[in-house]
C-alpha cells in the first residue's frame, strides 16, 4: 500500500486549482429509495437546469499534516459542517483516487440559487466537486481518458456524494439506473437519453414557485432510508419502472398529454411514499396544494399543456414548453402569486449541462 507520504505524482506534489459550474437537475421520474452504495431501488429521469447551478473552485496544495485537509466555503464563508461531511466523502472515495491523501484542499463554491429556494443544492454542488476530482485525476494520471470516460467517472463519483448528483454530469434530459431493454443504462452512472427526443422538449421551461423557505424537517436521506420500510414501496418500484419506459416512449413521439399524466402522477406518488412511511411525514403545504388546483382548473379552462411536478419539499416546478411561456406567465402573475412567499418565483429551463470554469 502507498503511505501517504509517498508522492505518486510523476513530478512533485502539485499546488493549483480546477472549477467547474455544474447545474441542479428537476427529475420527471423520482429516486425515492436504495440499496447499500447508493444504489437507486428504481431508475430515474430528469431535466437538468440551466440557470440554478454551482459554481466550484477546488484549490489544491501537497498536504501538511497525516491526514488531508478539507476547507469548504460557501460564498466565501467557512462551513466546519460541510467541510466535514466531503472530507469523509473524500475519504470514502480515496481508495479509487489515492492523490486524494496527498493534497489538501480549499473548496469555494457558490450557487446562483438563494439556500432557501429548495432546489437541489446537492446535486449541483456535488457534481461540481466531483468533476473537479475527476479533472485533478486527468491532468496527473489519466490524460488520455476520453470525454465519454471523463463524464462517466464524474457521474459515478458524483453519484457517491448525492444520488440525484449522479445526473447534473450531463446536459438535457438524464436517466439513471438500469432500465430493462435499454443496454446503456446502469446503476452506476447517468446518462444522456439515447433516443431521439421530440422538439416540444428541448426548450422545456421550469418555473419554480416557492412556497416555502424553511429547512424541510425530513432530509432526503433520511426519506430514502424509509422506503426500506414502506409496505407499498414494492408497488412503487414496479410502478417507477413502468412510467419510465413509457416515458421515454413519449418524450420521442411529443404527446403532451401522456407526458403530463405521467409527470404528475410520480410528483403525487414521491409525496404520497412520505406520507407512507414510519414516521410517516409531509412536506407539501397548503399553498402547494392550493397552486396544484389552480393549475388543474387552469388546464381545463385553456388547454395550456402546463404541468407541475414536485421535488421532496412543498415548491412547486411548473414544466411546459417555452412557446406557452407568456401565457403561463400571466397566469402565475394572476392566479398563483399569491400562493409564494415574497413573490419568489425562479425561472429557469432545460440547460446544457457542466461547464469547466478553470482550463
Ligand atoms: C430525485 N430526490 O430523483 C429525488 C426526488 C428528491 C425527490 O434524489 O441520499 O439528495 O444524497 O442520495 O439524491 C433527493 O435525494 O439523496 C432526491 P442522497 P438525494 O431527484
Known amino acids: 500500500m502507498t503511505s501517504r ?33 447508493q444504489i437507486p431501488a428504481n431508475a430515474s429521469l430528469s431535466f437538468t437546469l440551466k440557470e440554478s447551478v454551482s459554481e466550484t473552485v477546488i484549490e489544491y496544495c501537497p498536504t501538511e499534516g497525516k491526514d488531508f485537509k478539507v476547507d469548504f466555503f460557501l460564498d466565501g464563508e467557512p462551513q466546519p459542517e460541510f467541510s466535514k461531511k466531503i472530507h469523509a466523502y473524500f475519504d470514502s472515495i480515496k481508495h479509487s483516487m489515492p492523490f486524494i491523501a496527498q493534497l489538501d484542499f480549499k473548496i469555494n463554491s457558490k450557487n446562483t440559487f438563494p439556500h432557501s429556494a429548495g432546489i437541489a443544492s446537492s446535486a449541483s454542488g456535488m457534481s461540481a466537486i466531483a468533476l473537479c476530482l475527476c479533472d485533478i485525476e486527468k491532468k496527473y494520471f489519466d490524460k488520455d481518458s476520453s470525454e ?8 459515478y463519483f458524483a453519484r457517491l456524494g448525492s444520488g440525484s448528483a449522479c445526473r447534473s454530469v450531463y446536459g438535457g434530459i438524464v436517466q439513471w439506473g438500469e432500465i430493462d431493454g435499454h443496454r446503456n443504462t446502469s446503476n452506476m452512472f447517468a446518462s444522456e437519453i439515447g433516443n431521439e427526443v421530440d422538439k416540444l422538449f428541448e426548450d422545456f421551461h421550469d418555473t419554480i414557485l416557492i412556497v416555502d423557505s424553511e429547512q424541510k424537517k425530513v432530509s432526503s436521506t433520511v426519506g430514502h432510508s424509509l422506503m426500506n420500510d ?36 410520480e ?47 412543498p415548491n412547486v416546478h411548473l414544466l411546459y414548453p417555452a412557446k406557452y411561456a407568456s401565457k403561463v406567465k400571466k397566469f402565475i402573475d394572476t392566479e398563483l402569486i399569491q400562493f409564494t412567499i415574497n413573490n419568489m418565483v425562479i425561472n429557469d429551463m432545460l440547460g446544457g449541462g457542466p461547464e469547466r470554469i478553470i482550463e
Open 5 to 37: 507520504k509517498e508522492n505518486i505524482f510523476e513530478d512533485k506534489i502539485p499546488t493549483d486549482k480546477v472549477g467547474w459550474r455544474s447545474p441542479s437537475n428537476i427529475a420527471l421520474i423520482k429516486y425515492w429509495g436504495k440499496k447499500s452504495g
Open 148 to 155: 465519454e470516460k471523463f463524464f462517466q467517472r464524474a457521474s
Open 230 to 265: 414502506n409496505i407499498f414501496a414494492s408497488g412503487r418500484f414496479i410502478q417507477a419502472d413502468d412510467n419510465i419506459k413509457q416515458l421515454l416512449q413519449i418524450l420521442k413521439n411529443g404527446n403532451l398529454n401522456d407526458f403530463i399524466k405521467i409527470v404528475e402522477s
Open 267 to 313: 410528483a403525487l406518488t414521491l409525496h404520497s411514499m412520505m406520507m407512507t412511511s414510519n414516521p410517516y411525514f409531509l412536506l407539501m403545504k397548503p399553498n402547494t396544494i392550493s397552486i396544484i388546483e389552480k393549475i388543474w382548473e387552469f388546464r381545463k379552462e385553456t388547454e395550456t399543456p402546463l404541468c407541475f411536478t414536485l421535488d421532496a419539499g
